[in-house]
T-cell receptor
Framework: DVKVTQSSRYLVKRTGEKVFLECVQD?????MFWYRQDPGLGLRLIYF???????EKGDIPEGYSVSREKKERFSLILESASTNQTSMYLC????????FGPGTRLTVL | QQQVKQSPQSLIVQKGGISIINCAYE??????FPWYQQFPGKGPALLIA?????SEKKEGRFTISFNKSAKQFSLHIMDSQPGDSATYFC??????????????FGQGTILTVHP
C-alpha cells in the first residue's frame, strides 16, 4: 500500500511564526503536491514538485514556499504565518493518480 | 477563478436512494476527470475516473456520466448506503492524468445517507 505521511495532524502557531509542514511518501513517486482544503472552496493547489529540487507554483502560492531535497520528502513552509492561513493542509504524491496523506489542521492565532 | 464548479454543496439521501453530484468545467483542454471520496479525518482517495472518449463508466454502485458538449460530468451512487456518507470531490486534469497528475478540484459535496 502506498503511504503518504504528514508530520502533524494538528498544529497551533502564532501569527508571524515560521511554520514547517513535512510530507513523506514511501513509493518512490516523482510528483508531490501541497493543497489547502477550505469549506466551500475544495482543494486548492499551493505548490507541486515533479523532481528533486524542482518546484512549480500552483494556484495559490502567495505566502508559501516549498523544499524538496530528497525524492521522498516535500516540505511546505509558511515564512510568516497569518490568520488567513488557518486551514487543512493536504500532501499528495503520484506517478499519475494522486495518493493523499491524512492532512494537517493548522490553526494560526 | 474556479475552473471546475461542483453542486450541490451538501446532499441528504435515504438509504437505498440514488445520490447525484454534478460538476461543470470550463477548460476544454481537460481530458481526465476523477472523483475522490474523503471520510472525516482522512485524506481524499480516488473513487472512479473517466476520460472524454467514453460517455459513461461504471464501477459497482458508482457511475460517472460524461457530457463533452455540455462540459459536464456527474457521479451517481446507486443504492446509497450510510457507509457512503463522506465528502466527494470532482476534479479535472489536462495532461491525461498521466504526467504531472496536476488536478483542479471542485468545491466538494458533503453526502449524508440516512439509514
Amino acid at each position: 500500500d502506498v503511504k503518504v505521511t504528514q508530520s502533524s495532524r494538528y498544529l497551533v502557531k502564532r501569527t508571524g511564526e515560521k511554520v514547517f509542514l513535512e510530507c513523506v511518501q514511501d513509493m518512490d513517486h516523482e510528483n508531490m503536491f501541497w493543497y489547502r482544503q477550505d469549506p466551500g472552496l475544495g482543494l486548492r493547489l499551493i505548490y507541486f514538485s515533479y523532481d528533486v529540487k524542482m518546484k512549480e507554483k500552483g494556484d495559490i502560492p502567495e505566502g508559501y514556499s516549498v523544499s524538496r531535497e530528497k525524492k521522498e520528502r516535500f516540505s511546505l513552509i509558511l515564512e510568516s504565518a497569518s490568520t488567513n492561513q488557518t486551514s487543512m493542509y493536504l500532501c499528495a504524491s503520484s506517478p499519475s493518480r494522486q495518493f493523499f496523506g491524512p492532512g494537517t489542521r493548522l490553526t494560526v492565532l | 477563478q474556479q475552473q471546475v464548479k461542483q453542486s450541490p454543496q451538501s446532499l441528504i439521501v435515504q438509504k437505498g436512494g440514488i445520490s447525484i453530484i454534478n460538476c461543470a468545467y470550463e477548460n476544454t483542454a481537460f481530458d481526465y476527470f476523477p472523483w475522490y471520496q474523503q471520510f472525516p479525518g482522512k485524506g481524499p482517495a480516488l473513487l472512479i475516473a473517466i476520460r472524454p472518449d467514453v460517455s459513461e463508466k461504471k464501477e459497482g454502485r458508482f457511475t460517472i456520466s460524461f457530457n463533452k458538449s455540455a462540459k459536464q460530468f456527474s457521479l451517481h451512487i446507486m443504492d446509497s448506503q450510510p457507509g457512503d456518507s463522506a465528502t466527494y470531490f470532482c476534479a479535472a486534469s489536462k495532461d491525461g492524468g498521466t504526467s504531472y497528475g496536476k488536478l483542479t478540484f471542485g468545491q466538494g459535496t458533503i453526502l449524508t445517507v440516512h439509514p
